[in-house]
Structure formats: C-alpha cells, structure tokens
C-alpha cells in the first residue's frame, strides 16, 4: 500500500464539516474488519483508509498545526500499513473488570513471542509477527500491532469461500478459534492485491 503523505489529508476546517459522515464511513469500513477470538481479544486489520482516519482523529484532537508535527503522525501510522504479502493489525486484549485485570494481563505475558496467534487457511498457517516494544518480563500492553505473511496457496485458499479460514490464539490456558467471514476475507484479498 503506498504511504500517507499531507496531501491524503483533509484540511482541519474541512474535516470538521465532513467528519461526521467519514466516520461513520470508516465504523462501517472497520466492522468488516474487526474479529474476536475468543472474549478478550479483538484484532482490527488496518488499511490506508483506517490509518487515514486515525491520523485525522490525533490532528484534531491533539490540535496539531505544525507540519513536522503532522510528519510525525503519518511516520507513526505509516509504520503500520501492511506491506505487499501481508496483513496488518491492532490486537486488543479486552478487559473491562478492574478486579480481574491484573489476572487477565499476567495470564497474557508472552502472547507476543513464539507462535500463540496463528492465522489457518487451507493446511496453512503463519503465525502473527508482533512489533516489538509493547511488554517486557513483568508487563505486557493491551494494545500490540501484528502482522501476518500468507503464503500464496493461502491466498488462493482466502478467495475459495469452500475453504475454512480461521485465526486462533493458544496462550496459557486461553485457547479461542474464530472463523474469518467471507466480508473480511474480500478485505484482506484487496490488501493482498490478490
């Protein structure tokens, strides 16, 4: 996907007129690409659109004016979208109970090392490749970017909607399986060119 440069932007007063109907746009973009595995974790595949919107939502909130600064968030999400071959993502582990929080994100510890996310078309898998950054020995984030690198029968495997595809986590006692419906699929083939 090519990159977000200042000329993909809206204009702030711009934004502002058009942005309730750009965000609806994106919610119903992203509902097609958000998944749960299981109760607590949620991934959302990221595209240039997504990202667009995201870096349009800190230039607002965060007021920024200054061209560099604007630099910077397009250099943040860029590092994001996925690269030709692959899939991009925001995974979110998803608690909301402060009593069992600390549970939960101890339980998590190591989810981004080793093969615990793995994406499954036809006989294949590959496993997510998280960026690296976001837990160390005794914490781990609730949000982690990860990429996924389909092999080529995979792809094929995406576009036959016979074929099952499915992500699946198996980490320290969670062991949850979501099947990838046909809407998201076609997402991920156009992110792929396939």
């Given at each position: 996907?090519?990159?977000?440069?200042?000329?993909?932007?809206?204009?702030?007063?711009?934004?502002?007129?058009?942005?309730?109907?750009?965000?609806?746009?994106?919610?119903?973009?992203?509902?097609?690409?958000?998944?749960g595995v299981g109760d607590k974790i949620t991934l959302v595949f990221e595209n240039r659109e997504t990202l667009r919107f995201q870096?349009?939502?800190?230039?607002?909130?965060?007021?920024?004016?200054?061209?560099?600064?604007?630099?910077?968030?397009?250099?943040?999400?860029?590092?994001?979208?996925?690269?030709?071959?692959?899939?991009?993502?925001?995974?979110?582990?998803?608690?909301?109970?402060?009593?069992?929080?600390?549970?939960?994100?101890?339980?998590?510890?190591?989810?981004?090392?080793?093969?615990?996310?793995?994406?499954?078309?036809?006989?294949?898998?590959?496993?997510?490749?998280?960026?690296?950054?976001?837990?160390?020995?005794?914490?781990?984030?609730?949000?982690?970017?990860?990429?996924?690198?389909?092999?080529?029968?995979?792809?094929?495997?995406?576009?036959?909607?016979?074929?099952?595809?499915?992500l699946s986590v198996r980490h320290a006692g969670y062991e949850a399986e979501a099947e990838v419906p046909w809407a998201m699929r076609?997402?991920?083939?156009?992110?792929?060119?396939?």
């Amino acid at each position: 996907m090519n990159q977000l440069t200042r000329d993909d932007l809206i204009a702030q007063d711009e934004y502002e007129r058009q942005r309730e109907t750009y965000r609806q746009s994106i919610i119903d973009l992203k509902r097609r690409r958000r998944i749960g595995v299981g109760d607590k974790i949620t991934l959302v595949f990221e595209n240039r659109e997504t990202l667009r919107f995201q870096v349009q939502e800190m230039i607002r909130v965060e007021r920024i004016v200054d061209p560099q600064k604007v630099q910077e968030e397009l250099d943040v999400y860029n590092a994001l979208l996925p690269t030709p071959g692959e899939l991009s993502a925001t995974l979110l582990i998803e608690l909301t109970d402060a009593d069992t929080m600390k549970h939960w994100l101890d339980l998590f510890m190591g989810l981004d090392h080793g093969q615990k996310l793995g994406l499954r078309a036809g006989g294949e898998v590959v496993y997510g490749e998280f960026e690296g950054g976001h837990s160390h020995e005794t914490k781990i984030s609730a949000v982690h970017f990860v990429r996924f690198r389909p092999t080529p029968a995979m792809v094929k495997a995406l576009r036959d909607q016979a074929v099952r595809v499915a992500l699946s986590v198996r980490h320290a006692g969670y062991e949850a399986e979501a099947e990838v419906p046909w809407a998201m699929r076609q997402e991920w083939l156009s992110d792929l060119g396939a």
